[in-house]
């Protein structure tokens, strides 16, 4: 089965061409960079550059992957969570296209699709399966979710963030430090030739398996404001010593989860994800090898969408939706 | 040959297929909030009544604007893609010209409305000269007194005016403000059919990703550092409708 995926949640328009939920055929993420100007995502012109793009994206992973409309067999789109004026552009441009190409229309829920982004492959040798059950954390700019997988699209959610997301902490840190937007990746560049115990930062205890890490965010503001009082502040050691604190507590719970339900396979999902302190962190606590997407699958794209959208479709137990749920969540 | 409208410009949409000579089929309704979840369905629906196939589309008109930024995208998204699976061609029409095209036998000065939220209409001003009927003005976001300080011979209203926005002319304008009939007022997409069919015969097709809103007004800069996923809409402004009272 042959699915072109559309991805429009948030600010990568993604469209993929995927083989039964696994084969990447074709996959082009375009990623907006208007909001580097305002340093956070500003949902309405987001929107506008999605519909902007997404007929030329759709046409760029038809072409690359060397296919006509005609020869796929679905049409997948991201109909929530995620900002609605942005869901709503990728789903109705998706229905619309099912619609008079004669095609079935699947609306996926994106927190599977970085579930699903796990089962992906590159070339024509597939990589094995992941076995379930598994634990999987998926840590994003807008989402950070403990989940159990107890099968396929079968999730008992652990713990979710009681304030920010995870990928926002980063965000946030990096506005701080003037190290520029998404604040993922420039953090963990400054981190490099940071100390990570240069600062001793508060991670939040809370028990069971939800997150917290505004505490976090506050304490790193008051010590940026007292080292600027004091003169320089050393950037790659604040950027180091956050990233240590936010990964210790991320890994920390996902271990434990894993421990708790007996469970070895851990997957992990979303663009915090491509962290690699954090997959270092998780390796250390969990003993055997851990399953994480490459970076480029890790954020928002079309082909994750596209290999959820397959597993809706064979366990299809319920209805398929198809109408934007922008509060949607992994169940 | 036929020829799929969809309108979600504002809390009403439309949608009609249309084969060059007749309308086939005509829904228009308030749909509040509910354009997406109600958008498919309907075409669905005029398809089955009329026995129109999808392969039988070969033109497709959405209209642009000036409205709410996320309705307007709901059916130019959705005529993008429906364009691109059926080959057919795309046209956008302006939401404004919709409205004031059934008005020009008048000969009236016609000006439609459309709410743009705190207070604000979309406007234009369309008139008759050397025997054409023409948009005479760009595409106008202002509060009605604004509006009115630009109007200065009879003109006709049309669009959707409120029982109060009525009032608000009739006070500021007095007998020069003219108001067409409530059903001739609506806006229905037999007559966006009508425009788009006539503007695809005449002028060369665009790029399907160059038909987009008409925005007129600058997106909020209200920036999401705190909240990057906006709640579910619970009230008009998120979904960047007007507010209705
Ligand atoms: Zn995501």
């Not at chain 1, 997150?211 to 950027?239: M, W």
């Not at chain 2, 691109?84 to 795309?90: C, E, Q, S």
């Amino acid at each position: 089965m042959r699915i072109l995926a559309i991805e429009t949640s948030c600010d990568e328009t993604g469209v993929a061409v995927i083989d039964d939920g696994r084969r990447i055929v074709s996959n082009v993420v375009a990623s907006q960079l208007v909001h580097q100007d305002t340093g956070g995502i500003v949902p309405e012109v987001a929107a506008r550059e999605h519909l902007h793009a997404l007929d030329g994206i759709t046409q760029q992973a038809l072409n690359d992957a060397g296919v006509e409309l005609r020869a796929v067999d679905a049409v997948a789109a991201t109909v929530g969570p995620g900002l609605v004026g942005c869901l709503l552009v990728g789903a109705n441009y998706g229905r619309g296209l099912a619609l008079a190409a004669g095609l079935p229309f699947i609306g996926v829920n994106h927190l599977e699709g970085h579930v699903y982004a796990n089962w992906l492959y590159e070339g024509d040798t597939p990589t094995p399966e992941p076995e379930i059950p598994a634990v999987v954390l998926i840590v994003s700019g807008a989402h950070s979710d403990l989940v159990l997988m107890e099968g396929h699209r079968r999730f008992r959610p652990l713990g979710r963030t009681i304030d920010d997301a995870a990928g926002e902490a980063f965000d946030q840190v990096a506005r701080l430090l003037g190290l520029g937007f998404p604040g993922g990746p420039a953090v963990e560049r400054a981190a490099k030739d940071g100390d990570g115990a240069a600062f001793p930062l508060p991670r939040a205890a809370l028990s069971g398996y939800d997150f917290s890490f505004s505490g976090l965010k506050t304490a790193v503001l008051r010590l940026v404001r007292s080292l600027e009082a004091k003169g320089e502040v050393p950037i790659a050691d604040v950027a180091a010593s956050f990233q240590k604190a936010i990964t210790e507590v991320l890994a920390e719970k996902t271990a434990r989860a894993a421990a708790e339900h007996s469970v070895e396979t851990v997957l992990l999902g979303g663009g915090v994800a491509a962290n690699l302190a954090l997959r270092a962190e998780i390796q250390k606590r969990i003993g055997h090898p851990l399953r994480v997407p490459s970076p480029r699958l890790c954020t928002d794209n079309g082909a994750m969408i596209g290999a959820a959208a397959f597993f809706v479709l064979r366990d299809r137990g319920t209805e398929v939706p198809v109408n934007v749920r922008s509060d949607m969540k992994l169940a | 040959m036929t020829l799929l409208a969809l309108d979600t410009s504002t809390e009403w949409a439309s949608v009609a297929l249309y084969d060059g000579h007749d309308v086939l089929a005509e829904e228009t309704w308030h749909a509040q909030r509910r354009h997406a979840d109600e958008l498919f369905p309907t075409i669905e629906r005029l398809l089955a009544r009329t026995r129109v196939t999808l392969a039988s589309i070969d033109k497709v008109a959405v209209a642009t604007g000036p409205g709410s930024f996320t309705g307007l995208r709901i059916a130019i998204a959705a005529a993008q893609g429906i364009a691109r699976g059926a080959g057919a061609a795309l046209v956008g029409v302006s939401t404004l010209d919709v409205l004031a095209y059934p008005h020009a036998a008048s000969k009236q000065r016609t000006c439609p409305l459309l709410p743009a939220g705190r207070g604000e209409f979309y406007a234009a001003f369309y008139q008759e000269r050397n025997r054409r009927w023409e948009r005479r003005s760009p595409f106008i976001a202002a509060t009605l007194p604004e509006l009115c300080r630009q109007i200065g011979a009879h003109t006709l209203f049309v669009g959707e005016i409120g029982a109060e926005t009525e009032q608000t002319l009739r006070d500021i304008l007095g007998p020069k403000a003219l108001f067409a009939s409530p059903a001739s007022r609506m806006r229905r997409a037999g007559y966006l059919a009508e425009l788009g069919w006539n503007a695809l015969e005449t002028s060369p097709q665009r790029r399907l990703g160059d038909i987009e809103p008409i925005y007129v007004k600058q997106p909020s800069i209200r920036t999401s550092f705190d909240q990057p996923f906006a709640p579910p809409p619970t009230d008009d402004l998120a979904l960047g409708l007007p507010k209705r009272h």
